[in-house]
């Protein structure tokens, strides 16, 4: 097992989704129950699906000085930024440190790949891409981390993670070890994915896309329902800020099943692992957590795992669910999305139910709830499983002020 790690304090955060753009769209949605899905409308031949989908990308521009960026996933990567004053807390923290101690950490698992999609529509008589489209450095997988660096300021470390859909929760996992080694003083993490036809039709060739809205862990259940997101966090030492009560990243672990490229392992071995980690470097157990922000993709074995792990292991009496059914899957926005919900939970003591399901499968504990409550929220777990047996598992707390 890890040792327990010093924490960090989440000085910033904010998340843009189907539901609407920052912190207070979301919490109200997740309070009032609300999806943000609806019916695919995204390509020339939509699948007949549901999508969460982020209104206004298409008329987005960048900034002048960032134009040579432009695409769907840089544009709401910008728009994100522009939420709950977080570019203003990224600005403040490359002052305070200075632009080459401030590290970026971005999941993504799409990056640009719509525009690359866009631009083989479009190939010369050559098979050229046509001018305007010849930007090597918007068709990269790193695409994402470079144009938040320039749009940020920033000059520290920039790492890009793509490990499907646990890639922005490993995000905070990657900056607490810049931070722990002396390669940082902050960090700025997040994670952006944006609808594309890889991602629509790649996941129906694998009959995993619901024709309905999602319902997490339903016994009904017959898929998940894709989605589009971008979030953020600023990540300091716990000792820095002001003297409120700060919120804080306590413990994370990983690990992976190495038992199927999109499959977790029947057990749950990995998605074990990666809670028992983040239980040690946090110093926890499992009594003590109040709110689960399950994985919950509403596909047949992810639920099926992720369910039996969490009747075995908590208490009847935590509280926990999925919030696929409000943002959709957001892919490598994923971590970032629901660790943002896991925050607001610890905030304002709600936390959020089920939505679009009606009857738990068979393999479901009481600690799976349909329906939103309000309590007092202390510690809460993300967990977020992605293709290949990618695991990671977050815990948040709130620390007593200065």
């Not at 809460?380 to 290949?388: E, I, R, Y």
Request: with cysteine; hydrophobic share 40%.
């Amino acid at each position: 097992m890890p040792s327990s790690i010093p924490p960090l304090r989440i000085s910033a955060y904010t998340a843009t989704t189907a539901v609407g753009v920052g912190k207070t769209a979301l919490a109200d949605a997740l309070q009032s129950a609300r999806s943000g899905l609806r019916a695919n409308d995204f390509g020339a031949n939509p699948l007949p699906t549901y999508i969460g989908r982020v209104e206004g990308l298409e008329a987005l521009a960048l900034p002048h000085e960032l134009a040579s960026w432009d695409c769907r996933n840089n544009r709401l990567a910008w728009l994100g930024l522009q939420a709950d004053g977080f570019m203003s807390a990224a600005t403040a923290a490359r002052e305070r440190y200075g632009a080459s101690r401030v590290a970026l950490v971005l999941g993504t698992s799409t990056s640009a790949i719509g525009e690359t999609e866009e631009a083989y529509t479009q190939v010369d008589a050559d098979g050229r891409f046509q001018p305007e489209q010849r930007r090597p450095l918007v068709h990269t997988p790193h695409s994402l981390g470079m144009f938040v660096q320039q749009a940020l300021g920033l000059e520290g470390p920039c790492e890009t993670i793509s490990t499907a859909c646990s890639s922005s929760a490993k995000a905070f996992a990657s900056a607490e070890r810049l931070i722990r080694l002396g390669l940082a003083d902050a960090a700025v993490v997040g994670g952006v994915d944006t609808l594309c036809g890889s991602v629509l039709f790649g996941f129906n060739s694998l009959e995993l896309v619901s024709p309905a809205p999602c319902r997490p862990f339903d016994a009904q259940r017959d898929g998940i329902s894709l989605g589009e997101a971008a979030g953020y966090a600023l990540v300091e030492r716990a000792d820095a800020g002001n003297g409120a009560a700060p919120l804080l990243l306590l413990g994370y672990g990983e690990a992976s099943d190495a038992h199927h490229m999109s499959t977790p392992h029947p057990q749950g071995l990995g998605a074990e692992r990666a809670l028992d980690d983040a239980l040690a470097r946090a110093g926890l157990s499992t009594d003590v957590i109040d709110y689960i922000n399950l994985h919950g993709t509403a596909s047949s074995k992810n639920d099926e795992v992720e369910a039996a792990l969490v009747a075995r292991r908590f208490p009847a009496g935590t509280h926990a669910s999925s919030t696929k059914g409000f943002t959709g899957h957001t892919l490598g926005a994923a971590g970032i999305v629901e660790a943002v919900i896991s925050l607001l939970a610890l905030e304002n003591g709600w936390m959020p139910g089920t939505i679009n399901s009606s009857t738990l499968d068979a393999d479901c504990g009481p600690q799976i709830r349909l329906k939103g409550a309000r309590g007092e929220v202390r510690y809460a777990l993300s967990n977020s499983f992605g293709f290949g047996g990618n695991n990671c598992a977050l815990i948040f707390g709130k620390g007593a002020a200065a």
